[in-house]
């Protein structure tokens, strides 16, 4: 994949382009300008606000050739390899924070570059150093070799020592005003060509919070998603607000039945649909506590509660099922986690395995209550989720029904009614994403003829796709059956292939670790 995420394209190039953080830039941009450069800063502030898009502009500053009041030039050679590892080195001290790391870098820092003034060491989210770490980068920050400049970069700088923070030049970069961010949206999609109303893009802006990368991101999913389309306000709203709600009731009887593979499934979800896992987890503690306040107010919670009908049936529902222990436990959990996700680089996985921890563990307090007395038990199960819980979450994907799939049905071309189906279908596709959103997957799916004259397939890559239709018995399969025969007038059996190889299945603790996946890299920079 070539695409460049927004904010990586439009990530400043020079000191002018930078939005807000004037106080900050000037500072910086003057200390080139009159030969001024330290040897160690500390940049402190949310993320998002520009840490790291400063550190690398004031990188290829005081390395530059022909530097423009201050400015790097990005014409000359220097400023062409600033990002090369001879003159500037990146370290994440989330997942470097030992002392040998750090002892490493007191070794790397003794050699002089070969072109150029600086070497820059950036270390981010520097407060996530060991004390010892800390301690061996102390020694290194009290005598700084001519040629190296250190930038600390940290979201907690109440958490860097204080003989640390006394040898740094300390910076606080403040959030990003909306009108700023706004403004800053406007260049963009004028840049992209992407058309929105201003009051979509200020929207976003409020969403991200003082960040420039939240907003810009939240700029892309909205354009992934309404491709060529205006990006309105409402429709800012349906890809941000309106995730199905349905996803939270689910994820929170994973929970309570300590069901992992359901659990799983629905991370994957979360993150196939391309989910903020922050913004995932925060509204799903806010629906929590929709339970909860349901639970200790009955009738009274709806003016505390906003929702629509269908969702409160289902908040009544569960604030019936679960204790008020329970649910505070998974609140505060879910906290927690919120917290670790927030300097995580790898959050799918933190996400993953500290939901995997609430499985295994009791809220504080009542360590002795035996499973089967949990209120959320199988006897008090309504007959339709007991169909469902009947039907488990297949590991592996299966067609259903599990008949033969070989590259005979690759080469099936189908009747002429099933190509007309075919050839109908981007159409039909869209308007059952655009309706139901949980089905925006579809449009990671081919659809082709199956092998009866009454059956069409939906073939995917990844086997998670199909389980994603197949689950809760089949019901989205029946959705999508009944949007074709409305569009088509004609009745077609919709299954699903993946052409994933399928993996060794057993249930067990195997099959959890075939269903965390390492290799997505969620790093923020
Ligand atoms: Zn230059």
Redesign the pocket.
Known sequence: MSYLALYRKYRPATFDEMVGQRAVITALQNQVKYGQVGHAYLFCGTRGTGKTSTAKVFA?AVN????VDGN?????E??KEAESSFHLVEIDAASNNGVENIRDLREEVQYTPSKGRYKVYIIDEVHMLTQSAFNALLKTLEEPPAHVIFILATTEPHKVLPTILSRCQRYDFKRITVQEITEHLMQVCGKEGIRAEDAALHYIAALADGGMRDALSILDQCHAYYIDEEITLAKVRDVLGAVDSRIFTEMTEALAQEDAAVLLTLIQQVFAEGRDALQFLNTWSGYLRNVLVSQVLKEQAAGLIETDTDQMQRIQKQASELSADQLTWYIESLAKLEAKLKTASEKRIILEVGLLGLLRRRPVGEPERPRQEASYSKRERLPQEQSRRQEPVPAVPVSRPPEKKGPSENAAKGSAEQQAVIQRWPEIRKKISTQWQSLYTLNLMRLEAGAASDELVLRAGKAIYCQQLEMKGGEKLSLIEDQIEEATGSRYRVRVISDEKPRATGGDLSDIKNQIHTDVNWRNE
Do not use: A, I, Q, V
């Open positions: 290829r530059c050739l022909h530097p790097p030039c990005n014409e000359c220097l400023c």
